[in-house]
């Protein structure tokens, strides 16, 4: 793991060995799990103080990462991954057979990926996988921006903290690309007429 941002080795170890870390996204610090793990939705639930039904997104290292986790992606959205990703852009799909196992809370039947333009998510999510991702806040609560208190607004300890620095950025987009008709689930950064444009 040559070359990597500070912090990378052992989240990448503590998220090999089943455990949570908080880490800097493009947006806010989240915190995440290893998306292949066996009740990452309740895990993730518990810190955060919210139900575990709620859906949980996977930030991924790459396009091809998340592709193999989606099915049914037409050409539009696969424009909008070339244009926008990385970036602050969280794509709600059909899951493929591959991902029919993850419990990610939501719908079963779709996972929301999203390739956040941070070397640090980047390189853990190469080495270990996608991450099954929220973010670091008590639920209903603003997300702070130091890592140290991101951390500590939890309900209960992460194996490991990344400090990015001061984060200020706005929560992703959050788009359902699951029918012809896209539906904005959370407007971010990027707008409706921005995917539309993008997706063009």
Same mark, same amino acid.
């Given at each position: 793991?040559?070359? $990597? ?15 949570? $870390?908080?880490?800097?996204? !493009? ?92 070397? $640090? $998510? ?36 992460? !194996? ?41």
């Amino acid at each position: 793991m040559a070359d $990597v941002p500070p912090g990378v080795a052992p989240a990448v170890a503590a998220l090999r060995a089943g455990g949570c $870390v908080v880490l800097p996204t !493009d947006t806010v610090y989240g915190v995440a799990v290893r998306a292949e793990r066996p009740g990452a939705a309740a895990v993730l639930a518990g810190l955060k103080g919210r139900p575990a039904e709620q859906a949980l997104a996977v930030l991924v290292s790459d396009a091809e990462q998340a592709l193999r986790w989606c099915a049914g992606v037409t050409p539009e959205v696969r424009r909008l991954v070339d244009r926008c990703w990385p970036g602050p852009l969280t794509l709600v799909v059909r899951r493929s057979p591959a991902a029919a196992h993850l419990d990610l809370g939501g719908d079963p039947a779709t996972i929301g990926v999203r390739c956040p333009d941070s070397g $640090v $998510v980047q390189a853990i999510a190469r080495e270990v996988g996608p991450l099954a991702t929220t973010s670091a806040n008590r639920h209903g609560a603003p997300t702070p921006s130091a890592a140290a208190q991101a951390a500590a607004a939890l309900l209960g300890p992460v !194996d490991v903290v990344v400090d990015g620095g001061p984060l200020h950025g706005e929560a992703s987009t959050v788009v359902d690309c699951t029918r012809p008709a896209w539906r904005m689930l959370r407007q971010g950064t990027l707008t409706f007429d921005d995917l539309v444009q993008a997706s063009a």
